[in-house]
């Protein structure tokens, strides 16, 4: 089975944070051009991430997701302050292929059932950021780790594979934007567990850490934003270097 | 310039869809009325979801009859993902529902296997293996488009299984089973995957199968 390659979009107020001029790009901070550039590109799944921190401007969001979505022909998750099923069906109308659903499923677990009801659970994705609190234990964080949950990060995500979702986007707060690399353990622990794919996030700084995610960690697919905004690498540097240490990726 | 109609089955991925066909072709509706249906020289219909609920929806649009007479006109009607599941008798999904009965056979869960530690639902992209023995006047040029080396993107936990094998298209490789991936009968077709996220490969075949004539 092809392991997944998955460039993530941090989006705050309608444009790409931290993202890279590339050539032919007119605009680096506009989503949709990142994405249609990723779509041609080699990604096989495009994560847009609304980092925006008012709750305010749910239409704005709404609007930009219209216009990115509109030249991504790859899978496109959004996620970022969806709090009921009315927002979770307002950006699949919008063109999203997949919603994350974060804080509000750890609220309300009832979100994770009726979204998979009725989407599905191929567009329910539950977004788990966990955080190392001892040898061999995580906690679920919600946001942007900044509140505990009290949730032991196994649990909830055999819980949330029990009521209906469909993929575990696992974030690891302690590697996020370190450069470090993914939580190996963490991400091992989780892939193990459940029986839904899980992408490994959180800490990609070199094309070791995908590997590493996708061998050690045992994941089915790899996000990163940083590598490749920056240009430091391109997705299909990303696949030849896979490929070539025998990891199945879709070249 | 052929009338295109994309059926509303109230699922979420129509625009991505429309989108996708409109490349090729501005001509599109996106549609639930029954007449405008009938009216189009090419149909697609898309699906996501709980097989039970979608086929609730159809059923309060009225859409069962309408889906038998595309059928009896012949004209060419595309299912995708889920619209392709509708095609058949019933699914197992959420216990035993009924289908629109288009085309012979039932939907059952992916098979697991431990040894392979498959996951469900099965998402990603995958290569496709042609049935050789596959005959369809209709649809020949489209399979013949197919090439054994392109991949196309895959989401799902349920799958087709055709009372006729001779039905089947082409299959791609899940844990070892060969699972239906496209199906074809008189006049429909239909695919387990999404054309409209495989990229450039899925873009050529909703191309291929607006170039059809029938």
């Known amino acids: ?251 | 310039m052929e009338k295109i109609i994309i059926i509303n089955t109230g699922s979420s991925n129509i625009l991505s869809l429309k989108r996708a066909v409109e490349k090729f072709n501005h001509n599109v509706t996106v549609t639930e009325d029954s007449k405008t249906i009938l009216s189009g020289d090419k149909i697609f219909f898309p699906g996501v979801g709980a097989f039970k609920k979608v086929m609730e929806t159809i059923e309060k649009k009225k859409l069962i009859e309408t889906l038998g007479q595309v059928k009896e006109k012949k004209i060419p009607l595309f299912g995708i993902c889920l619209g392709l599941q509708l095609f058949f008798d019933e699914s197992e999904e959420f216990g035993p529902s009924k289908g629109l009965g288009l085309i012979g056979g039932n939907v059952k869960k992916l098979p697991t296997d431990p040894k392979e530690k498959s996951k469900i639902p099965n998402m990603g992209w995958f290569k496709l293996n042609i049935n050789k023995q596959f005959t369809s006047k209709n649809f020949s040029k489209f399979v013949n488009s197919l090439n054994e080396k392109d991949l196309y993107y895959f989401v799902h936990s349920y799958f087709v299984n055709p009372s006729e094998k001779t039905n089947i298209v082409a299959t791609y490789n899940f844990a070892g089973y060969e699972i239906p991936a496209i199906v074809s009968k008189d006049t429909l077709i239909g695919c387990q995957f999404h054309p409209e996220k495989s990229g450039k490969k899925g873009l050529e075949l909703i191309s291929n199968f607006l170039k059809l004539a029938i």
């Open chain 1, 1 to 251: 089975m092809l392991k997944r390659i998955i460039p993530c979009l941090d989006v705050k107020n309608g444009r790409v944070v931290k993202g890279i001029n590339f050539i032919n790009l007119v605009d680096a901070g506009d989503p949709s051009e990142q994405a249609k550039f990723y779509s041609e590109n080699g990604a096989d799944e495009i994560c847009f991430l609304d980092i925006t921190a008012s709750n305010e401007n749910r239409n704005t969001i709404l609007d930009v997701v219209k216009k990115t979505s509109e030249q991504c022909f790859v899978p496109l998750t959004v996620g970022g302050g969806v709090r009921n099923l009315k927002d979770i069906s307002n950006l699949l109308s919008s063109g999203a292929d997949k919603v994350s659903i974060n804080t509000a499923a750890v609220n309300n677990k009832n979100i994770v059932k009726e979204s998979a009801e009725n989407f599905g659970s191929q567009c329910t994705v539950i977004a788990i950021d966990a955080k190392k609190i001892s040898e061999n234990k995580w906690e679920v964080f919600t946001h942007g780790g900044r509140n505990s949950t009290g949730k032991d990060v196994l649990n909830y995500a055999k819980e949330v594979e029990e009521l209906g979702a469909g993929e575990i986007l696992l974030t690891s707060m302690d590697r996020d934007g370190t450069k470090k690399g993914y939580d190996l353990k963490l991400t091992e622990l989780i892939s193990n567990s459940v029986n839904i794919p899980v992408i490994a996030s959180g800490g990609v700084g070199n094309l070791e850490h995908l590997y590493d995610g996708l061998k050690k960690g045992k994941a089915s697919a790899a996000l990163a934003a940083s590598i490749f905004h920056f240009g430091e690498f391109s997705i299909q540097d990303a696949k030849k270097y896979l490929d070539s240490k025998g990891i199945p990726v879709r070249i």
